[in-house]
C-alpha cells in the first residue's frame, strides 16, 4: 500500500544549524513526491516538488529511490523556517495526495 | 487577491444534526478536493471534483457526500454526524491533475 512516512513528530534545532526533516515512502510505481509547509496561522502551501529540482528558501530535497527517501534539507535553519512541514506523495494520474503526518520544525535563536 | 476560500472557519454541530462547509475558488481551477485531518494526523483525502466529475476515495464514509453546483463553488456535506466526525476539514484546487494543490484555510468540525 502507498504510504509516506515522516518519523519525528517534532524537530528542534539552533538557529543556523543544519535541518534535515526525514520522509521515507512506499509506491510500487514511479513516485512524483512533495514537500508542503503549514506557517503558523497560514494555510498548507507547496514548498517544493522533486521534479523541478529546485530550492526554495534555501531547502532542497532529494529523490532517493534505492532507499525511498525525500529528505529536506536546509545547510542554515533560520527562525522563520519554524512551521509544520508535510512530505506527500502523489498517487496514480488522477494527482491525488498521501500525506505523512508531518515534522514541527522549530528553529530558536 | 485568487485564493481558495472556505466558510465557516469554525463550525459547531451536534451528534446527528446534518452540516454543510463550503468552499469557494477565484482560482478557476477544474480540480476540487476536500480533505480530512485529524488532530496530529495526515490530511486524508476524501473526494474530489474534476469539473463535474466526482471522485470517491474508497474508504471515505457513505456519511460524507459533497456536491459542485459550479466551478467555483464545492460543498461538503455530513449527513449525520459522530463524535469521531470532529477535524479540520480542507478544501484544495488545482489546475489539473498532478498539479500544485492551492489549499484554503480549513474549516475545523466540533461535533457535541
Known sequence: ?109 | DAMVIQNPRYQVTQFGKPVTLSCSQTLNHNVMYWYQQKSSQAPKLLFHYYDKDFNNEADTPDNFQSRRPNTSFCFLDIRSPGLGDAAMYLCATSRASGYEQYFGPGTRLTVT
Open chain 1, 1 to 109: 500500500a502507498q504510504r509516506v512516512t515522516q518519523p519525528e513528530k517534532l524537530l528542534s534545532v539552533f538557529k543556523g544549524a543544519p535541518v534535515e526533516l526525514k520522509c521515507n515512502y512506499s509506491y510500487s510505481g514511479s513516485p512524483e513526491l512533495f514537500w508542503y509547509v503549514q506557517y503558523s496561522r497560514q494555510r498548507l502551501q507547496l514548498l517544493l516538488r522533486h521534479i523541478s529540482r529546485e530550492s526554495i528558501k534555501g531547502f532542497t530535497a532529494d529523490l532517493n529511490k534505492g532507499e525511498t527517501s525525500f529528505h529536506l534539507k536546509k545547510p542554515f535553519a533560520q527562525e522563520e523556517d519554524s512551521a509544520m512541514y508535510y512530505c506527500a506523495l502523489q498517487e496514480g494520474s488522477q494527482g491525488n495526495l498521501i500525506f505523512g503526518k508531518g515534522t514541527k520544525l522549530s528553529v530558536k535563536p
